[in-house]
């Protein structure tokens, strides 16, 4: 297991509070080094801003990103969030596309729900729209991986693109890379019982001592931490993927039926271990980061209809998936609308962060030279543009399902 990021969040304000970032600077070293000696890896120290539309104005929004990158960057910093474009500020998303292609290590995001709850269907297009243009920013549709669509995604998870503060004081949250504790905690289980016994022994173990050390950091700086973020996610090596986890339980690839169940069986473990949460403690699927997953994508057992089907039980919903260079955004907006509705419907958090691939069709070979990718082949969408009301332009509210 490895710290995948310590996020940091903070309202900079604009022009940048430079003190302020300064003081951030020296926390996240200290972190760092504090982690470092508890014997964790600490793979990257990161930066999370409110949604920008709240703290720049519209004609600051692109200065206002490169500011922010550049300062972070000179402070050590080695990602930078600026937030979310949200529903109430329909140019916020015009902007995007601009921002991602002016800027370099900066991480930006569309809301496609509203602040009370509701589902919107012109932020839903825009961010469709977002994906395609950016798509054509950088080689093989790359700039995609620094935009993500949230849908119901609250602040402080500390995981990249969805990141983003809510409060005007600091705070700082952990992102893990423990797609290797399930695979040890399953590989000797007889049972799956035992199998989530051990999940939940490693979890714990491991929470214990990444808390303490967060407890020093707090006493010190007298920033509160918000939690850990025990998502499951991977590396593209086999020995650390989720994808072989869920094979460990039993699959015989990832796709096939009893994905879901096995999808399931971990999350809900996970939310049986006991430690300080925040984000999305859940299963990331990220076919470009997962070396399994990556597989299964090549040799069609795993579809995008399958992957949207399991993040009604997985954490993060539609992760890093490569396609066709020619999808457009009315094919994109049928499946945006899909994780939207199943986020407010299931009151979960997800997130979709999809790769047009210009030049690229459906089984085409990837070759990405990324160190967090793995190669697969594009994958298909099979995706529609919607017509009459589904292709409107309202606030629809859809609320989390009733029990008796």
Known sequence: MEIRSITFF???????????????????????????KAGFVVQTV?????????????NNYLLGAQTIAFEAHGEGFDYFSIGPALAEFPSAYEAIPTILSETKGLFVSGLTTTSAGQLSQPAIRACAEIMVKASTLEKDGFANLRFAALANVPAYAPFFPAAYS?????????????????IQAFSSAATLAAARTALISE??????????????????????????????APFPKEE??????????GLSAVGYQGTLAASAFITDTLDQAKFKRCGFNGLMLPVLEDYTLGQAAAQGTLAVSDLLLFSAVCGTGLDVIPLPGDTSAEEIYPVLLDLSALALRLNKPLTARLL?????????????????????????????????????????????????
Do not use: W
């Not at 990161?46 to 519209?58: E, G, I, M, S």
């Not at 650390?240 to 339980?249: E, H, M, R, V």
């Open 10 to 36: 903070c309202n900079l304000g604009f022009p940048v509070n430079k003190l302020l970032l300064q003081k951030a600077g020296i926390f996240m070293r200290h972190a760092r080094a504090a982690y470092e």
């Open 46 to 58: 990161r930066l999370a801003t409110p949604p920008f539309p709240l703290y720049l104005q519209p």
């Open 166 to 182: 809510a409060e005007s004081q600091p705070t700082f949250a952990l992102a893990l890379e423990a797609a290797d504790l399930a």
């Open 203 to 232: 979890i714990e173990a491991n929470a214990r001592k990444l808390e303490a050390v967060a407890e020093q950091l707090q006493n010190i700086y007298h920033y509160d931490f918000k939690g850990l973020d025990f998502t499951l």
């Open 240 to 249: 650390l993927s989720i994808g072989t986890a869920l094979q460990k339980l």
């Open 356 to 404: 047009p691939m210009p030049g690229k069709k459906a089984g085409d070979e990837t070759n990405f030279d990324f160190e967090y990718f793995t190669n697969t082949r594009v994958m298909s969408l099979h995706s529609k543009p919607l017509h009459r009301l589904l292709d409107g332009q309202e606030l629809l509210s859809i609320s989390p399902r009733q029990r008796d």
